[in-house]
């Protein structure tokens, strides 16, 4: 093989590995969409609190369900709030605990998963069975039952959130330790004698991260979804704080006559949510991931 | 002329890189394959000769494009026809055969049926004909009782069975040329040998052309008549196989020839340097240019055109074919040191045997043994150190299973392990001290799995170090790069990743990883087969190299007698887990040997048409080894009756020295095999 070649092709570190991918994802449209919408969506969360004009929780009955002004630009809401600014700011909570809730997941559910992959036997069938009589369970009845008795702080949904979500990642893991494990260069390494630990550390994730990544990203929009649908319900966050679930829970039963406080959380919700998706998809292109999970919009 | 059945001329075919450059595979091939002809078209992987094969059908695969030239049946060209056209042709004039016949039969259809299929759709048969061919099929290509097969399933078939099938496949539409990629490549020796010698008779009987793609010469020796050398997409050496074979005047096909252990010599086989170039990247000039060792300046430049040489027949695409054209010595090999074997002994098997099967948690409280007929059964190995022995035998004789054994990745059932001579080696892994677990390292078959694709060469040779050694930083540097340095890679290979590195690069960080635990055994589980027969020669070489300076034991498992024969002192001959021959390897390539040994003898391919195979058991796989008595009873041809299926066979030793485990005297031995 030619020198020069290779030597220009690459010396990489893992900065710019990541920054090569991103680049690769940007390189479609689609991707380039996706990541657009999703940096658009974390930077208006992080500096909303500065942009707003009005301050979220300020009730006026004087001001009860205007339609858009160039004062309002979105309108008012049934007490009087100020739908603009309490649309800026629903995505904050929302993100901030999905984007925990996946890291939980993907932290128990690829560890779990990689573990049961390499030890397999007895404990893999055990802990597989249990994972798949939690699969079983509705989700919603379960996380209703888990707020309805822990309550609704941060605390509790987060974690209840990343365990929920993390069973799937079990399996996704799983899997594709089974695809590795059969190599021979584990096999080298276990003849080698290196513990358990190490070989699940050097010789696995490296090989399994791409697939495991790729999974909590598309659980990322899956979870939002869910998030939105606890606080549609009201079991996510409580009022007054601004939340795109509950905006929608509120201005629903005045749908026929004030749209705009519906139509506002939603574009916002459903945006992120396909931004996230289209993130997710470039994602796993970039890094020649066939997906099997489908995206939930 | 009316002879030529197949015309390719000018054939181009390349892809579009993402730079927008056109990059060819094929480059500008001409030739005929002529009615009733076996042509070979020999070369190494990536140059070119699937796809060639694969145009001579009309097909060029997906990404790939005509760039130019035409491919002539009947004389219209194949690449211009449409789908529809082609089906015509297609299983009915022109036929393929696939490499890995298992892969290609459909696995929930019976074999009968699939060759019904076939007929129906090539021929105009009617139902009780039909019937009737498929017998005929079965029986031309020599599977046993045709009707029982017809009703089974590709899986309930061994893999020489299921190439027949294929064979049959292909001849069901009456094709007048039949393209063969591979068809043997992955089968046992002697497996292989029957399946050649199958279609060399098909040819004779039904007068059908072949074009039959291999890298291995020795494979193409046997059947062709005409031979195609094919190097990074050009021919460069084409002629009747005698004179390509006797006489290579091309010097990549000189150093091929070279470069393939052969079992009438002992010693290491010449290596050519260098590898293959990437298509497109030779832009000017010969392109065997970077690797010829009689090259010259106008090589550098001018690319050769493809000459003919009257006297030879032949054509070859080199200026200086001539300082080729007298020499003869094709035969040669680097001699070997004969290995200063102490009579220290390292390594001892004792009475071993391992078993698949599980224990029931009944027998297990109560420590019954149930497997009666263990995999691999009673071996009985001393290993003196510093020398090579190797394990020989087709798949499924356990030579491999014995080489997990040893490094702990499977327990035993029976029997010891000692290792210089007081120190036990648990079979269980988790139990053997570190000590241990280095002083044993192993090499693998394929260098593509057993390197992490995602660490590079340095992570991967610092591992071994950093678990043995504990070394970290400029300590663990300078290790690695002269580790790198043994193994003729340099230093800017740290940086690399597998997939950067060729088939050979990569075997030698393999091996780098294993001699950095300082090891004193090596266990190489089939390390050459997965590589081009040029970069074969250089592992070896290398090997060796690597065990003269290092006083290294070898435990060399292979199923190549030739590679065998050129790298081990002592050969242990395996058939269905039990030994069958060991002794000193120049002995157990003479005969008297154990009737097993000459099957495998007699099957080995040698690149030279006037040693033929000689087929003196039939290929039958047996799934089981019997209960008692020999474990080759099943196949052998020279059985004695009752007394080889009821005792276990005796150890007699030859007169050379080597140890043959078989009921008949050796002397009536000796006498049966001159």
């Given at each position: 093989?030619d020198?020069?070649?290779?030597?220009?092709e690459?010396?990489?570190?893992s900065?710019?590995?990541?920054?090569?991918?991103?680049k690769?994802?940007?390189?479609k449209?689609?991707?380039?969409?996706?990541l657009?919408?999703l940096?658009?969506?974390?930077?208006?969360a992080s500096?909303?609190p500065?942009?707003?004009?009005?301050?979220?929780?300020?009730i006026?009955p004087?001001?009860?369900?205007?339609?858009?002004?160039?004062e309002?630009?979105f309108?008012?809401?049934?007490?009087?709030?100020?739908v603009?600014?309490?649309?800026i700011?629903g995505g904050r909570t929302?993100?901030?605990?999905?984007?925990?809730?996946?890291?939980?997941?993907?932290?128990?559910?690829?560890?779990?998963?990689?573990?049961?992959?390499l030890?397999?036997?007895?404990i893999?069938d055990?802990?597989?069975?249990?994972?798949?009589a939690?699969?079983?369970?509705?989700?919603i009845?379960?996380m209703?039952?888990?707020?309805?008795?822990l309550g609704?702080s941060?605390?509790?949904?987060?974690?209840?959130?990343?365990?929920?979500?993390?069973k799937?990642?079990v399996?996704?893991?799983?899997a594709?330790?089974?695809?590795v494990?059969?190599?021979?260069f584990i096999?080298s390494?276990?003849?080698?004698?290196?513990s358990n630990?190490?070989?699940i550390w050097?010789?696995?994730?490296?090989n399994?991260?791409?697939?495991?990544?790729?999974?909590g990203?598309?659980?990322?929009?899956?979870m939002?979804l869910?998030?939105?649908?606890?606080?549609?319900?009201?079991?996510?966050?409580s009022p007054?704080?601004?939340d795109w679930?509950?905006?929608?829970s509120?201005a629903r039963?005045?749908?026929?006559?004030?749209?705009?406080?519906?139509?506002?959380?939603?574009?916002?919700?459903?945006?992120?949510?396909?931004?996230?998706?289209?993130?997710a998809d470039?994602?796993?292109k970039?890094l020649?991931?066939?997906?099997?999970t489908?995206?939930p919009? | 002329?009316s002879?030529?059945?197949?015309?390719?001329?000018?054939?181009?075919?390349?892809?579009?890189?993402?730079?927008g450059e056109?990059i060819?595979i094929?480059?500008?091939?001409?030739?005929?394959?002529k009615k009733?002809?076996?042509?070979?078209?020999?070369?190494?992987s990536?140059?070119?000769?699937?796809?060639l094969?694969?145009a001579?059908?009309?097909?060029?695969k997906?990404?790939?494009?005509?760039i130019?030239?035409?491919?002539?049946f009947?004389?219209?060209?194949?690449?211009?026809?449409?789908n529809?056209?082609?089906?015509?042709?297609?299983?009915r004039k022109?036929?393929?055969?696939?490499q890995?016949?298992?892969q290609?039969?459909?696995?929930?259809?019976?074999i009968g049926?699939q060759?019904?299929?076939?007929?129906?759709?090539h021929t105009?048969l009617?139902?009780?004909?039909?019937?009737?061919?498929?017998?005929e099929?079965?029986?031309k290509?020599?599977?046993?009782?045709?009707?029982t097969?017809?009703?089974r399933?590709p899986?309930?078939?061994?893999g020489?069975?299921q190439?027949?099938v294929?064979?049959?496949m292909?001849?069901?539409?009456?094709?007048e040329l039949?393209l063969?990629?591979?068809?043997?490549?992955?089968l046992?020796?002697?497996?292989q040998?029957h399946?050649?010698e199958l279609?060399?008779f098909?040819?004779?009987?039904?007068?059908?052309?072949?074009?039959?793609?291999?890298?291995?010469?020795?494979?193409?020796a046997?059947v062709?008549?005409?031979?195609?050398?094919?190097?990074?997409g050009?021919?460069?050496?084409?002629g009747?196989?005698?004179s390509?074979l006797?006489?290579?005047?091309h010097?990549?096909?000189?150093?091929l020839?070279?470069s393939?252990?052969?079992?009438?010599l002992?010693?290491?086989?010449?290596?050519?340097?260098?590898s293959?170039?990437?298509p497109?990247?030779?832009?000017?000039?010969?392109?065997?240019f970077?690797?010829?060792?009689?090259g010259e300046d106008?090589?550098?430049?001018?690319s050769?055109e493809?000459e003919y040489?009257?006297?030879?027949?032949?054509?070859?695409r080199?200026f200086?074919?001539k300082?080729?054209?007298?020499?003869?010595?094709?035969?040669?090999s680097?001699?070997?040191?004969?290995?200063?074997?102490?009579?220290?002994?390292?390594?001892?098997l004792?009475?071993?045997s391992i078993?698949?099967a599980?224990?029931k948690l009944?027998?297990?409280?109560?420590?019954?043994?149930v497997?009666?007929?263990?995999?691999?059964k009673?071996?009985n190995?001393?290993?003196?150190?510093g020398?090579?022995?190797a394990?020989?035998?087709e798949?499924?004789?356990g030579?491999?299973t014995?080489?997990k054994?040893?490094?702990?990745?499977l327990?035993?059932?029976d029997?010891k392990?000692?290792f210089?001579k007081?120190?036990?080696l648990?079979s269980?892994?988790?139990?053997r001290?570190p000590n241990?677990?280095?002083a044993?390292?192993l090499?693998f078959q394929?260098?593509?799995?057993?390197?992490?694709?995602n660490?590079?060469?340095?992570?991967?040779l610092?591992q071994?170090l950093k678990l043995?050694?504990?070394?970290?930083g400029?300590?663990?540097?300078?290790?690695i790069i002269?580790?790198?340095?043994?193994?003729?890679?340099g230093?800017?290979?740290?940086?690399?990743?597998?997939?950067?590195?060729?088939g050979g690069?990569?075997?030698?960080?393999?091996?780098?990883?294993?001699?950095a635990?300082?090891?004193?055994?090596?266990?190489?589980?089939?390390v050459?087969?997965?590589?081009?027969?040029?970069?074969?020669?250089?592992?070896?070489?290398?090997?060796?190299?690597?065990?003269?300076?290092?006083?290294?034991?070898?435990?060399?498992?292979s199923?190549?007698?030739?590679v065998?024969r050129?790298?081990?002192?002592?050969v242990?001959v395996l058939y269905q887990?039990?030994l069958?021959?060991?002794?000193p390897?120049?002995?157990?390539?003479?005969?008297p040997?154990?009737?097993?040994t000459?099957?495998?003898?007699?099957a080995?391919?040698e690149?030279?048409?006037?040693?033929?195979p000689?087929?003196?058991?039939?290929?039958?796989?047996e799934?089981?080894?019997?209960?008692q008595?020999?474990s080759?009873?099943?196949r052998?041809?020279r059985?004695?009756?009752?007394k080889?299926?009821?005792?276990?066979?005796?150890?007699?030793?030859?007169k050379s020295?080597?140890a043959?485990?078989?009921?008949?005297?050796?002397?009536?031995?000796?006498?049966?095999?001159?």
């Amino acid at each position: 093989m030619d020198i020069d070649k290779i030597s220009e092709e690459e010396q990489k570190n893992s900065l710019s590995k990541v920054l090569e991918v991103l680049k690769t994802m940007a390189s479609k449209p689609s991707g380039f969409i996706g990541l657009f919408i999703l940096v658009f969506h974390v930077v208006l969360a992080s500096v909303s609190p500065f942009l707003a004009p009005y301050d979220y929780k300020a009730i006026d009955p004087t001001l009860m369900l205007q339609a858009p002004s160039s004062e309002y630009w979105f309108g008012t809401d049934s007490l009087g709030r100020d739908v603009f600014t309490r649309t800026i700011m629903g995505g904050r909570t929302a993100l901030t605990i999905t984007f925990f809730g996946s890291l939980i997941a993907l932290l128990w559910g690829g560890l779990l998963g990689i573990f049961c992959g390499l030890v397999g036997g007895k404990i893999d069938d055990v802990v597989m069975r249990i994972v798949d009589a939690f699969l079983s369970i509705p989700w919603i009845l379960a996380m209703l039952l888990i707020v309805s008795l822990l309550g609704t702080s941060t605390e509790v949904l987060i974690p209840a959130l990343g365990f929920f979500y993390g069973k799937g990642i079990v399996r996704v893991a799983r899997a594709a330790t089974h695809d590795v494990i059969a190599k021979d260069f584990i096999v080298s390494a276990r003849a080698r004698g290196h513990s358990n630990m190490s070989i699940i550390w050097n010789e696995i994730i490296p090989n399994v991260r791409d697939a495991i990544l790729v999974e909590g990203a598309m659980r990322w929009s899956w979870m939002l979804l869910g998030f939105s649908s606890l606080s549609f319900l009201g079991f996510g966050v409580s009022p007054p704080t601004p939340d795109w679930g509950l905006m929608i829970s509120n201005a629903r039963g005045l749908m026929s006559f004030a749209y705009w406080a519906v139509i506002a959380p939603v574009v916002g919700l459903s945006s992120l949510i396909i931004g996230i998706n289209l993130t997710a998809d470039a994602f796993a292109k970039a890094l020649g991931i066939d997906r099997s999970t489908k995206a939930p919009v | 002329m009316s002879d030529i059945i197949q015309k390719v001329k000018n054939l181009s075919i390349g892809f579009r890189s993402k730079k927008g450059e056109e990059i060819l595979i094929l480059r500008n091939i001409s030739t005929n394959i002529k009615k009733g002809e076996t042509v070979g078209i020999v070369g190494e992987s990536g140059s070119g000769k699937s796809t060639l094969a694969l145009a001579m059908m009309g097909y060029v695969k997906q990404g790939l494009y005509t760039i130019d030239g035409e491919c002539l049946f009947e004389s219209s060209n194949l690449l211009k026809k449409n789908n529809r056209e082609l089906e015509k042709i297609r299983g009915r004039k022109i036929a393929m055969i696939p490499q890995n016949a298992g892969q290609s039969l459909t696995p929930n259809l019976k074999i009968g049926y699939q060759i019904d299929e076939a007929l129906r759709l090539h021929t105009n048969l009617k139902n009780i004909d039909r019937d009737k061919r498929i017998s005929e099929l079965l029986k031309k290509v020599r599977l046993p009782s045709p009707e029982t097969i017809a009703l089974r399933y590709p899986h309930e078939l061994s893999g020489g069975q299921q190439q027949r099938v294929a064979v049959a496949m292909a001849l069901a539409g009456n094709p007048e040329l039949l393209l063969l990629d591979e068809p043997t490549t992955g089968l046992d020796v002697t497996t292989q040998a029957h399946v050649l010698e199958l279609l060399n008779f098909i040819a004779k009987d039904t007068g059908t052309s072949m074009v039959y793609v291999s890298h291995d010469l020795g494979a193409i020796a046997q059947v062709s008549d005409r031979i195609i050398v094919m190097y990074s997409g050009e021919i460069v050496l084409e002629g009747p196989s005698r004179s390509i074979l006797k006489k290579p005047i091309h010097p990549y096909t000189y150093g091929l020839l070279k470069s393939i252990p052969k079992l009438s010599l002992a010693g290491l086989p010449d290596s050519m340097p260098g590898s293959q170039p990437q298509p497109g990247s030779i832009l000017k000039g010969c392109s065997f240019f970077s690797r010829c060792n009689i090259g010259e300046d106008k090589c550098k430049n001018n690319s050769p055109e493809l000459e003919y040489i009257s006297d030879l027949k032949t054509s070859v695409r080199c200026f200086n074919y001539k300082s080729l054209k007298n020499k003869d010595d094709i035969s040669s090999s680097i001699s070997r040191n004969e290995a200063i074997i102490n009579e220290k002994e390292i390594l001892n098997l004792t009475n071993v045997s391992i078993s698949y099967a599980k224990q029931k948690l009944i027998d297990q409280i109560f420590n019954k043994t149930v497997d009666t007929n263990p995999t691999v059964k009673d071996i009985n190995i001393n290993i003196n150190k510093g020398e090579t022995i190797a394990l020989v035998g087709e798949s499924g004789s356990g030579k491999s299973t014995i080489l997990k054994s040893i490094a702990g990745l499977l327990k035993t059932k029976d029997g010891k392990i000692r290792f210089e001579k007081d120190r036990d080696l648990s079979s269980n892994l988790k139990q053997r001290k570190p000590n241990d677990l280095r002083a044993i390292q192993l090499i693998f078959q394929n260098p593509d799995e057993s390197l992490n694709p995602n660490h590079n060469v340095e992570e991967i040779l610092s591992q071994p170090l950093k678990l043995y050694f504990g070394l970290s930083g400029k300590e663990l540097n300078k290790n690695i790069i002269e580790l790198l340095e043994k193994v003729r890679l340099g230093e800017f290979y740290m940086s690399r990743y597998p997939r950067q590195l060729s088939g050979g690069e990569k075997q030698r960080v393999a091996v780098a990883r294993a001699f950095a635990a300082k090891p004193d055994i090596i266990l190489c589980d089939e390390v050459t087969s997965a590589l081009d027969v040029s970069v074969q020669a250089a592992v070896l070489n290398l090997l060796q190299k690597l065990k003269d300076d290092f006083g290294t034991t070898y435990i060399f498992v292979s199923h190549d007698l030739a590679v065998v024969r050129a790298i081990s002192d002592r050969v242990a001959v395996l058939y269905q887990g039990r030994l069958c021959e060991i002794g000193p390897s120049k002995n157990v390539y003479q005969f008297p040997s154990h009737p097993y040994t000459e099957v495998l003898l007699g099957a080995v391919l040698e690149p030279d048409p006037d040693i033929k195979p000689k087929l003196v058991a039939e290929d039958i796989v047996e799934e089981k080894p019997p209960e008692q008595g020999c474990s080759f009873q099943g196949r052998c041809s020279r059985i004695l009756g009752e007394k080889c299926k009821k005792e276990t066979p005796p150890w007699q030793i030859t007169k050379s020295g080597n140890a043959i485990k078989c009921h008949i005297n050796v002397n009536d031995l000796e006498k049966l095999q001159s």
